[in-house]
């Protein structure tokens, strides 16, 4: 469990902390800001510096860490696959075994997309960071719009909602909301429409004959930790199905058990179109992402030559891909999202009746927001980390707490008592 002594570590290298603030100083761009810390080593749920300070990781890389760090079974199934030099970057002109495999894992381990579309299953299309699989999705409704529904190509229009979050490449932060992500970077890509997050009425007043999708996240991460409205969801499906177009769910960072389902999606018992997964695919361990869709519609939109990525689908990301998904099924990560989640979600509640600083607390499964009244999430997660714990904002007025999917008691009953001594 915790323990603020030192205790040995075997880092990377011994360079100072000082040193490399002052590396990313002199020699990495400025994008982030940071807390103080630089992390040595990362093992389940916890990390550590130099010194040998242990820090209760209430982030998990904004849901890529969910099995914990370096998860033996993955760790194994990769170090496996570069000793037996069959983990490598090849050539897309031919075959590897390990993407086959992991193809096969990834299609049946979603329930059928898009079932109006016939019944022969999913068929995915792997890429590296989730923003990838993001352009694939949008690439797929304009591609549906323009064949099946004949609009002329370069007026489709996507759906999308205030406050989302996509990801950082051009056409993703052209429909940003927040303006510093889009600011300076034009010229923006067209063909988006913004509506309000869980306003069906909104959304009805957007869609014309040339909509072609909506992309969605079934609960904001990013935006503020917003579970949408029941109903919305299953009114963003009938909107699809009436109007004929896809509805994609973006899950990358609430999918793969982080909401205490496997799917966010079962909480509301709608199945989109197509989805986008990323981060926690391959454990945290390498970029891996996917766009997955109807058998069909995959084959209408790519065909040889129309899309491409070198290292997306490679060998090594692939063994990591098939070992995430195994574990995730076999140590039933699911399972213990929901029962920690709600756990911790009571315990939450419970500080909040007292506490002066919360205004409300959401979340489902071990994705929860605890909102503040004045605003500035950062200052709370501040005072977490000089009591050993790892935790960050959500909209600038949200604190965060995502840890890894098998966190265990005694780690979430030190994550309650650290968050009394800040919010008490
Ligand atoms: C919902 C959602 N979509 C897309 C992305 C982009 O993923 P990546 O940073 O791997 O490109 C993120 C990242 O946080 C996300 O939360």
């Known amino acids: 469990m915790y323990n603020p002594n030192s205790i040995p ?6 360079i100072t902390d000082k040193e490399i603030f002052s590396f990313e100083d ?11 810390l630089v992390v040595r080593q990362a093992k389940g749920c916890w990390l550590t510096d130099i010194s040998g300070r242990r820090y209760l990781d209430c982030l998990a890389a904004y849901s890529a860490a969910n ?5 033996p079974k993955i760790v194994q199934a990769m170090t496996e696959a570069l000793l037996g030099n069959y983990a490598s970057v090849i050539s897309n002109v031919v075959y590897t075994d390990p993407l086959g495999i992991f193809l096969d894992k990834a299609a049946n381990f979603a329930p059928q997309l898009a079932p109006r579309f016939g019944k022969k299953g999913n068929k995915v299309l792997p890429k590296n960071g989730g923003v990838e699989s993001v352009e694939t999705a949008i690439k797929m409704m304009r591609y549906y719009g323009w064949k099946k529904k004949g609009i002329e190509d370069g007026q489709q229009e996507i759906i999308i909602f205030d ?3 996509h990801g950082r490449m051009i056409t993703v932060i052209s429909f940003a909301t927040t303006k510093k992500y889009r600011e300076g970077f034009g010229p923006l890509t067209p063909g988006f429409v913004s509506a309000e997050y869980g306003n069906l009425d909104d959304v009805k007043k957007l869609i014309n004959k040339n909509t072609c999708g909506i992309l969605v996240e079934p609960m904001q991460g990013e935006g503020g930790m917003k579970v949408p409205p029941a109903g919305f969801l299953r009114g963003l499906r009938d909107l699809a199905d009436e109007n004929d177009f896809l509805l994609v769910f973006d899950e990358i960072q609430v999918g793969l058990g982080r909401t205490g389902k496997r799917f966010c999606f079962e909480h509301d018992n709608v199945v989109p179109d ?3 997964l990323g981060k926690a695919l391959s454990g945290g361990l390498v970029p891996l992402s996917i766009f997955m869709t109807n058998s069909e519609l995959m084959d209408m939109a790519f065909t040889v030559g129309s899309d491409g ?8 990301a692939c063994v990591a891909g098939i070992a995430a998904l195994t574990v995730l099924e076999e140590e039933k990560l699911v399972e213990s999202s929901a029962a920690q989640g709600a756990k911790l979600k009571a315990a939450i509640e419970k500080i909040a009746q007292q506490s002066p600083h919360v205004k409300e607390v959401r979340g489902r499964g071990l994705f929860i927001g605890i ?3 004045d605003g500035n999430a950062m200052d709370f997660c ?5 009591l050993g714990l790892i935790v960050n904002d959500s909209h600038g007025h949200t604190i965060r707490i995502s840890p890894p999917l098998n966190i265990n008691d005694e780690e979430i009953a030190f994550l309650i008592e650290s968050l009394k001594k800040v919010l008490l």
């Not at 570590?9 to 011994?14: E, G, K, R, V």
């Not at 099995?67 to 998860?71: L, N, T």
């Not at 990525?309 to 090594?316: C, D, Q, V």
């Open 9 to 14: 570590i075997t880092a990377y290298s011994n």
């Open 26 to 36: 002199n020699y990495g761009a400025h994008h982030y800001e940071r807390l103080n």
């Open 67 to 71: 099995p914990g760090h370096h998860h």
């Open 163 to 165: 406050n989302n979050f």
């Open 274 to 276: 197509g989805l986008v």
């Open 309 to 316: 990525s070198t290292f997306g689908g490679y060998p090594l």
């Open 371 to 373: 909102e503040v009244v």
């Open 382 to 386: 501040r005072k977490l980390l000089e």
